[in-house]
């Protein structure tokens, strides 16, 4: 199996502020990586796919980037509804694996 | 647009048989193009997928699972279906169907969820 690190596991921003969270990917997926947001109670929701390519009507706060084994996942300018938890997913192998998730909170 | 919703017990004994459905509204599972898949999430836990089915029938498990998985569906009801035996504490966790892209890549959108206990 593709195992998907993610980095940090938590952090805490304020509104405003950029956040970067990354995803290694335990070998090359090519961009065959997905991430997505979960908010508290909820189901998770497909941000961007093909490691930068923005889903429709998501803002354009969010952004990716990267291939091979390293990815970022970028908010450029926290929100307050912003806070959940963010998962990468990788699609180059089956089984389909996730990172264990970032939990972004309010500073 | 095309919703999802989990249905079944929210308690299982161990070694007994979870079974939970997933309806589909708002689109047709026998339209193709698309995979349908379960996902699980343990308590305060990450993701992790069990498998997909096409609907016609094709189907792809993590073979973590495999021996205990069977996903079906019922393009007359517009469903599709999971079975996990021979449950422990283990599998107690949220279950969620997705839509999968057709080329497997991405779940969009997700039912709600549903939690699945397992205790005596």
């Known amino acids: 199996d593709i195992q998907m690190t993610q980095s940090p596991s938590s952090l805490s921003a304020s509104v405003g502020d950029r956040v970067t969270i990354t995803c290694q990917a335990s070998?090359?997926?090519?961009?065959?990586l997905n991430w997505y947001q979960q908010k508290p109670g909820k189901a998770p929701k497909l941000l961007i796919y093909d490691a930068s390519n923005l889903e429709t009507g998501v803002p354009s706060r969010f952004s990716g980037s990267g291939s091979g084994t390293d990815f970022t996942f970028t908010i450029s300018s926290l929100q307050p509804e912003d806070i959940a938890t963010y998962y990468c997913?990788?699609?180059?192998?089956?089984?389909?694996?996730f990172g264990q998730g970032t939990k972004v909170e309010i500073k | 647009q095309v919703q999802l919703q989990e249905s079944g017990p929210g308690l299982v004994k161990p070694s007994q048989t979870l079974s939970l459905t997933c309806t589909v509204s708002g689109g047709s599972i026998s339209s193709g193009g698309y995979y349908w898949s379960w996902i699980r999430q343990h308590p305060g836990k990450g993701l992790e997928w069990i498998g997909y089915i096409y609907y016609s029938g094709s189907t792809y498990y993590n073979p973590s699972l495999k021996s205990r998985v069977t996903i079906s569906v019922d393009t007359s009801k517009n469903q599709f279906s999971l079975k996990l035996s021979s449950v422990t504490a283990a599998d107690t966790a949220v279950y969620y169907c997705?839509?999968?892209?057709?080329?497997?890549?991405?779940?969009?959108?997700w039912g709600q969820g549903t939690l699945v206990t397992v205790s005596s």
């Open positions: 997705a839509r999968a892209s057709g080329d497997l890549s991405k779940f969009d959108p």
């Open positions: 070998q090359d997926i090519s961009n065959y």
């Open positions: 997913q990788q699609y180059d192998n089956l089984p389909r694996t």
